[in-house]
């Protein structure tokens, strides 16, 4: 029983901070339809300064670490997407892998191919009893962080002014821009969004490894960008909760499968991304078709 809500907690860890990976690519999919895969590298940009500047202090470092992840994806949106407003979902997927390439071998020249470590939140490695149960920090503070961000997300965005005309033009872009919303505005912040997102997604994944190299954040965006689709990626409730299923079945298969199969357990997860797009082409949460976004 303990192993099982020992595994339990781990899985809900896992699954919250892939589904706010999936968040973060469903945030910028909603006002672009932009599917960015060079968020990846947004959150290997924010691991990489969470390594070289960990030893000047948390309160430096994390604070430093979402400042990058912020700007290289404001960096993104302004000297690549910007300049393709009217191409096609497919047209600036493929931009997002050439971007994302590009980014890795830049990572490559700056860092080499060397995997770089540091005690990042090695205090967080620690486990606490609960119960009897024996808990990973990281799995408490994990769940935690994604909690309070998706809470602080809901509110501004149902609250607050830009919330709510980021809302409008995720909904129907054309129809937000007639009635006065800025684009350059709530692109803008949805890209800034996503890179606060990325930013909490590049700690805790720093935390776990304590290593980091040009291709750090691939696999995680990887699987976020499954989860969005799952979920229904133009739903932000919708790729939140694909990125959930897939974060906590990837880490509940991980506890529970044999060792001997082990090592098949993305094979499990796609086999089941594969039942729900057979049966949910759209995804979990269906929506109908958006609107280009010229």
């Known amino acids: 029983m303990n192993q099982f809500i020992q595994s339990l907690v781990d899985a809900i860890s ?32 924010a691991a990489y300064t969470l390594i070289f500047t960990w030893q000047l202090g948390w309160f430096i470092s994390i604070p430093l670490s979402i400042v990058v992840a912020v700007a290289l994806s404001l960096l993104m949106e302004f000297t690549v997407f910007s300049r393709m407003r009217t191409a096609t979902p497919a047209t600036l997927l493929i931009a997002s892998f050439g971007l994302s390439f590009l980014l890795q071998r830049v990572y490559e020249m700056l860092f080499t191919n060397t995997v770089q470590t540091a005690p990042v939140g090695s205090a967080l490695a620690q486990s606490i009893d609960v119960g009897g149960v024996r808990i990973q920090m990281l799995s408490v503070v994990t769940i935690i962080l994604a909690g309070s961000l998706l809470y602080g997300l809901t509110l501004f965005l149902a609250k607050s002014s830009l919330g709510l005309q980021l809302q409008a033009a995720a909904a129907d872009f054309q129809t937000a821009r007639l009635i006065g919303i800025s684009a350059s505005r709530v692109i803008g912040l949805s890209f800034a969004l996503s890179g606060v997102l990325a930013a909490a997604v590049a700690f805790v994944s720093t935390v776990q490894t304590g290593a980091v190299g040009p291709s750090f954040g691939v696999p995680i965006v990887i699987l976020a960008l499954v989860g969005a689709v799952i979920g229904g990626i133009d739903k932000l409730s919708g790729a939140l909760a694909g990125g959930f299923l897939v974060g906590f079945a990837t880490s509940m298969l991980a506890s529970w499968l044999p060792q001997d199969f082990s090592n098949f357990r993305d094979a499990y997860v796609f086999g089941l991304v594969i039942l729900v797009l057979l049966f949910r082409p759209s995804g979990l949460l269906i929506r109908g078709r958006g609107v280009a976004r010229t």
């Open 14 to 45: 896992g699954g919250a901070i892939l589904g706010l990976a999936a968040l973060s690519i469903g945030l910028v999919f909603g006002v672009i339809r932009l599917a960015n895969f060079a968020q990846g590298e947004i959150i290997t940009a």
